[in-house]
């Protein structure tokens, strides 16, 4: 296994669920880590709980140029960046498509595929220069299985499934690992987010069975890119054990 006290682990989405989990384990097996995302005083809090080994810098996964001026300005102890974990995304609303927000539809567009290619494009050129480094993505299940209301937001993740089996195309000898992570159920804010901060409805999922946590995926993420540099798993697809795929749907009524 890769030792990780030789790794510089940027993140993506760190103020909270996966991103955040991911950066204590990094940081336990003495890593370092940049953490990022758009709520300062979480990050704040982060920063004062993981210490010296970690740097924290907000920014919005939207922001094209403020991604790239990241890249190209940080630290000289946290410059050499060979672990990106382009984890920020989310999911908004669970309507029909002929029903739901346009706004929602893009935003998702703008955070989980235009971000998380900003995150990649600012973050790849130092990697392949060095001949060392790895990408990990968090797509999810829902680019393969389709369900009512996942629409954009599957199709979000489906772009991320693609983009990273054509990335490990284009970086054939660059030494550069690109790694597409899709969980299923998981319990973290990201319910939370999908219903507009409405608790009750956030926590209906998760009722009554046991989803994945944040540390599950930390864990997966953590294996990953610390497995030895000649193996490069293309693809994680993780579940719940209490969650499965159902019969085919039908209507009588067209
Ligand atoms: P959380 O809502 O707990 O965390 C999402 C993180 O993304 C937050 O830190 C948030 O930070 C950040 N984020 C969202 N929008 C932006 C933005 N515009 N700029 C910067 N950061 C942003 O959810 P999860 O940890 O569950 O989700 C992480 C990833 O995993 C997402 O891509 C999600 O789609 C994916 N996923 C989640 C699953 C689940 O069931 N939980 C399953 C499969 C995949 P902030 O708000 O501070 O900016
Ligand atoms: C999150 C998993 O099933 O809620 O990507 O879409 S799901």
Partial sequence: MLDPKGLTVLITGATSGFGAAAARRFIREGAKVVVTGRRAERLAALKEELGERCHAAVLDARDRKGTFALAAGLPAAFARVNVVVANAGLALGLEPAHKARLEDWEEMVDTNIKGLMYTARAFLPGMAERKEGHLLLLGSVAADFPYPGGNAYGGTKAFVGQFALNLRADLLGTG????????????????????GGDAAKAAAPYKGLKPLSGDDVAETIYWAATLPRHININRIQVMPVTQAFGPFAFSREG
């Fill in 176 to 195: 550069v690992r690109v790694t597409n992570i899709e969980p299923g159920l998981a319990e973290t804010e990201f319910s939370l987010v999908r219903f």
